[in-house]
DNA sequence: TTACTGCTGTGATTTCTGTCACATTGTGAG
DNA sequence: CTCACAATGTGACAGAAATCACAGCAGTAA
């Protein structure tokens, strides 16, 4: 897979750099990218695939913040990254998927000397901060019907097809719900003919 | 007020731009500093006081998400002033305020010239990015209860006193809930020697 | 003082969500 | 086909929080 087309903006020195010092890795859908509390040697930029940013508290409880595509960077790799600290946050492949691994060491000079890096950066930050505003939003303001509506909704947008290939367990993982309740909400949904409900498949229509 | 000795890592250079270029403005205690769908023409710095800043719904409920103090800037302004956008927060003055506005043209050229401004930034990006995740724990894992407990510790952190000088209800719309529930909670806390109940103030032991 | 207003306390009721228990159904391995 | 198991459907119940209703209380202005 040739990365480059996924930046067309960047500019030659920098493609050579991150040619020369990055590592390209994959992983499968379902292996851990970044764990809560791990040390972070490498801001993760994504290639192919698509990656899940969840939060995990010590109950057990899981909670996703947002997805990253291709071209899509980790803030919080980069923010740790920067200062050397440990994640905060989970990061899983949710599909096949490769990953640029671009060591720390490199970040402080790439900012500096390489304006399409710097402006990727800001760029990121503002992108990250957004979702996590808007997750902010729900979690607040919405009950468990609407965020279930966004939360397929984002799905669909963020895999780029109208199906939803996970069990209803999955789902209320991802929105730190039970089992029970979305499966309730997805049957009034379907009777509302919002969406169709399959084995491991709802469709939204 | 010499706002200088907030900054000490500022280099001349840099000390020299802001004194020329930004404005120093005051606000009064519930001063409305920038307000959702504004556009932003400035990055604000806080030099005094402090600036609460949070998220609004169109249905009129609130959801505080932190405190600005003296020396911190509003991520959210450094965001929206990069890239030209408008505001999707509300800033309002807690207490009265000094705050510096830095003209958004100024930023580009800040960040590339001056490495202490650059550092700034980047660490205003990780505090808040950090404070947002705390947040999200906070309503995505804990009960009432254990939010307020949180919130009322908050407040005291910030504000350098063990007494909340607020009401039930202002609490209640801080964490987007009503006052009888805030005002059943503290009651409990209260029999639990947490705090110490009177009209208009909370006393955290 | 009196009247008014805003803050606080408290019970009753309802809604939403989480939890437990168990039935049913789809699918793949053997 | 049959068995095992994972996914889903559903009723009953519990608990947290929102809402409604109203009473008491503190401070303030006249």
Same mark, same amino acid.
């Given at each position: 897979?040739?990365?480059?087309?996924?930046?067309? #903006?960047?500019?030659?020195?920098?493609?050579?750099?991150?040619?020369?010092?990055?590592? #390209?890795?994959?992983?499968?859908?379902?292996?851990?990218?970044?764990?809560?509390?791990?040390?972070?040697?490498?801001?993760?930029?994504?290639?192919?695939?698509?990656?899940?940013?969840?939060? &995990?508290?010590?109950?057990?409880?899981?909670?996703?913040?947002?997805?990253?595509?291709?071209?899509?960077?980790?803030?919080?790799?980069?923010?740790?990254?920067?200062?050397?600290?440990?994640? +905060?946050?989970?990061?899983?492949?949710?599909?096949?998927?490769?990953?640029?691994?671009?060591?720390?060491?490199?970040?402080?000079?790439?900012?500096?000397?390489?304006?399409?890096?710097?402006?990727?950066?800001?760029?990121?930050?503002?992108?990250? @901060?957004?979702?996590?505003?808007?997750?902010?939003?729900?979690?607040? @303001?919405?009950?468990?019907?609407?965020?279930?509506?966004?939360?397929?909704?984002?799905?669909?947008?963020?895999?780029?097809?109208?199906?939803?290939?996970?069990?209803?367990?999955?789902?209320?993982?991802?929105?730190?719900?039970?089992? &029970?309740?979305?499966?309730?909400?997805?049957?009034?949904? +379907?009777?509302?003919?919002?969406?169709?409900?399959?084995?491991?498949?709802? &469709?939204?229509?």
């Amino acid at each position: 897979m040739n990365w480059k087309q996924l930046f067309p #903006q960047f500019e030659p020195g920098l493609i050579e750099i991150i040619e020369k010092e990055a590592v #390209q890795r994959s992983f499968n859908a379902g292996d851990i990218i970044m764990r809560t509390g791990q040390y972070i040697k490498s801001t993760a930029l994504v290639l192919e695939g698509r990656v899940k940013i969840y939060r &995990e508290n010590q109950d057990g409880g899981e909670f996703l913040m947002y997805y990253l595509g291709p071209g899509q960077a980790c803030a919080v790799s980069m923010i740790c990254a920067l200062q050397s600290h440990t994640s +905060e946050i989970m990061a899983v492949a949710e599909e096949d998927s490769e990953v640029l691994m671009i060591p720390v060491q490199l970040m402080d000079d790439m900012m500096n000397k390489y304006k399409t890096w710097y402006q990727f950066v800001i760029q990121t930050y503002r992108g990250r @901060f957004d979702e996590l505003l808007s997750v902010v939003d729900n979690i607040a @303001f919405r009950n468990m019907d609407e965020r279930l509506e966004f939360y397929l909704k984002r799905y669909t947008e963020k895999a780029g097809k109208k199906t939803i290939d996970i069990s209803h367990q999955q789902i209320a993982d991802d929105l730190n719900s039970s089992r &029970e309740v979305i499966s309730r909400l997805l049957k009034k949904m +379907e009777q509302r003919n919002l969406v169709k409900l399959h084995r491991n498949m709802i &469709e939204l229509l």
